[in-house]
């Protein structure tokens, strides 16, 4: 038996490019296409009917001041057109977030992105990576912030998006995986008429 062949897009705003790096290792690992939410928290047009169509879509944003970036919001208001429509019920969730610090209230921008899934009647996908939290782990183990819920990543405020953590890039390139791996479950088989 073949596998269903499955379609994810990932929508993101990135403020300094640490958020596009992930954005970039979860679509690799999800196969997925990348709609840029812009500096004035608009995407392509065509992204909407990208987004209509797709069987996945996985968020993402930086964390500011303890949730998603006013452009993320921006986005998810402008949302309410396909979610009044029902386009997105039923769909495959997931979201990714980063910050400066350690914590930085990441947490809160995840439960953010869950919420927005369930509005639309979504299924969210959870990270199922156990925690590197152990005296031996290391800055690029996978899930080294210890997230559950979603991939969370900490880069200093100071470092390029080049030199985010390794660990943290295999852990959102892992998700994306798994939220394809999810996605086929629930994908529809074809309609023969």
Not at 47 to 53: D, F, V
Not at 71 to 77: G, V
Not at 127 to 155: E, F
Request: hydrophobic share 40%; proline share 6%.
């Amino acid at each position: 038996m073949t596998q269903p062949h499955i379609t994810t897009a990932v929508v993101y705003h990135s403020g300094y490019g640490h958020t596009k790096r992930l954005a970039e290792a979860v679509a690799e690992g999800a196969a997925a296409s990348l709609i840029t939410i812009d500096a004035e928290g608009n995407i392509p047009e065509d992204g909407w009917e990208t987004l209509n169509a797709v069987d996945a879509i996985i968020f993402g944003s930086p964390t500011y001041m303890g949730g998603p970036s006013w452009q993320f919001k921006k986005f998810a208001d402008a949302s309410s057109k396909p979610w009044f429509e029902d386009r997105w019920k039923n769909k495959v969730f997931g979201g990714f977030t980063n910050s400066a610090s350690i914590n930085g209230d990441k947490l809160n921008t995840l439960q953010y992105f869950v919420l927005l899934a369930g509005q639309h009647g979504g299924l969210w996908v959870s990270l199922a990576i156990k925690p590197a939290n152990v005296k031996a782990s290391r800055r690029d183990d996978p899930n080294r912030m210890g997230s559950y819920i979603a991939p969370m990543a900490q880069a200093d405020a100071d470092a390029a998006p080049g030199e985010m953590s390794k660990g943290d890039l295999e852990t959102a390139r892992l998700y994306g995986v798994r939220v394809a791996e999810i996605t086929r479950v629930f994908a529809r088989p074809p309609r023969h008429h």
